[in-house]
C-alpha cells in the first residue's frame, strides 16, 4: 500500500506544479501536455507506467477546474512538447 500512497502523493505533487506554472504563466487559456507514448518512456520520466502519468494529467484537470483546456498530445509531436523535451534533458 505504501508505493500507492507514494505514487497519489507523486501524482498530486506534480500536478500541483503544473497549476504553480499556470498561474505564472498568467493562467493562459489552454495548456499543451506531453505523455508519453509507452511504459518505457514514462519510467524514464519517473512514472511507473503511461496510466500513471495520465492519472496525474487527471488530477491536474481537476485542480485546473475548467478554467483551462488542457491538450493532451505525445511526447515531443509538437514544438512546444519538442521544447519541453530539450528542458528535461538538460
Do not use: F
Not at 42 to 48: D, E, I, K, T, V
Amino acid at each position: 500500500m505504501n508505493q500507492i500512497y507514494d505514487l497519489l502523493e507523486k501524482q498530486g505533487n506534480a500536478a500541483g506544479e503544473a497549476v504553480k506554472l499556470w498561474k505564472e504563466q498568467n493562467e493562459p487559456e489552454q495548456i499543451e501536455a506531453g505523455y508519453a507514448v509507452d511504459n518505457h518512456e514514462a519510467q524514464s520520466l519517473g512514472w511507473p507506467s503511461v496510466g500513471a502519468q495520465m492519472a496525474m494529467y487527471a488530477r491536474l484537470s481537476e485542480m485546473l477546474h475548467g478554467e483551462c483546456e488542457m491538450i493532451l498530445v505525445p511526447r515531443g509531436s509538437t514544438m512546444g512538447t519538442a521544447k519541453a523535451i530539450e528542458g528535461h534533458e538538460k
